[in-house]
């Protein structure tokens, strides 16, 4: 694990300029608006009665800060981490004025440093898969949620072909619709060969989500659902033709009043 994580952190922090980018297109473009609706729309239908000032939000892998950003543009009290420090540079630099109000910090997603009942809400987005423990990482998230508090993570069965023939097959035929249909290739700017090398080593690769994930977190204490169909929502006509056979869910779980999660 240890190798992992550090072939991981590399690939990352090279590809660091690459992923800011689009992470800059999508705050420049209509899915600002889709994105900011989305987290909004989950955390106040979780908390109708409280200000957004009054609620702390943990961004679990903020990358170049897309959610970070979003958040605290809408006025959440915004604290962001991320295991890659070439990351976090992006994330400061496409925030602007903006990282004045908000708190980056260096930091495993699997070894939160902050104590218990640090937040009222946990999110992330495209991070649970690439872990290399993956439940610890819930764990952790599950432990520093305030009673109460509740967890979005935005994820997919990526690199899934990887295991399974009929994965493979669709995500031959996604890239052959991509061709055919002249629609923006996401895999630019990525090092493929070196991506599924790391997520042949990924223990979410070969596994069912999100059925894993709600088994999970069921475990630990939370009340978990799936939304599988939050793709609908947040992609573009690209991102689904680039995607159709592995898209994007959301996790969704809340913590009882009491407090408690599993170890």
């Known amino acids: 694990m240890e190798n992992y994580a550090k072939e991981n952190q590399r690939y990352w922090t090279q590809r660091a300029p690459s992923y800011s980018q689009v992470n800059r297109e999508e705050l ?9 609706q989305t987290l909004d729309e989950r955390i106040r ?15 679990v892998g903020t990358g170049p800060g897309f959610f970070a950003i979003l958040l605290t543009e809408l006025g959440y009290d915004v604290t962001a981490v991320d295991y890659t420090p070439a990351m976090l540079a992006q994330a400061r630099g496409n925030a602007g004025d903006l990282g004045e109000r908000m708190k980056f910090y ?4 699997q070894d939160l440093t902050f104590p218990d009942h640090s937040f009222d809400v946990v999110v992330s987005r495209n991070l649970t898969w690439n872990l290399p423990q993956p439940q610890r990482a ?11 508090g509740l967890l ?3 994820d997919a069965n990526w690199y899934r072909y990887l295991f399974d023939p009929q994965a493979q097959q669709g995500h031959l035929q996604d890239r052959a619709n991509v061709q055919r249909l002249h629609a923006a290739d996401d895999t630019v700017g990525t090092d493929v060969a070196a991506m ?16 894993w994930d709600l088994e999970t977190l069921t475990a630990l204490g939370l ?18 033709l680039n995607n ?17 999660v599993g170890a």
Not at 28 to 36: H, Y
Not at 45 to 59: A, C, K, T, W
Not at 223 to 240: I, S
Not at 244 to 260: H, I, W
Request: glycine fraction near 4%.
């Open 152 to 154: 979005l993570n935005f």
């Open 244 to 260: 159709a056979s592995t898209p994007m869910f959301l996790v969704c779980a809340a913590k009882s009043t009491q407090g408690e």
């Open 28 to 36: 420049a473009t209509a899915q600002r608006q889709v994105w900011s």
């Open 196 to 211: 599924e090398a790391i997520a042949r080593q990924a223990p979410l690769s070969a596994q069912r989500r999100p059925a």
């Open 106 to 109: 260096t930091m495993d997603a």
């Open 45 to 59: 239908g979780r908390f109708p009665h409280r200000s957004r000032e009054g609620i702390r939000v943990l961004d």
């Open 138 to 148: 819930y764990a952790q998230w599950a432990r520093v949620l305030r009673p109460g």
């Open 223 to 240: 009340e978990a659902e799936a939304d599988p169909q939050v793709w609908r929502q947040v992609w573009t006509r690209d991102e689904w």
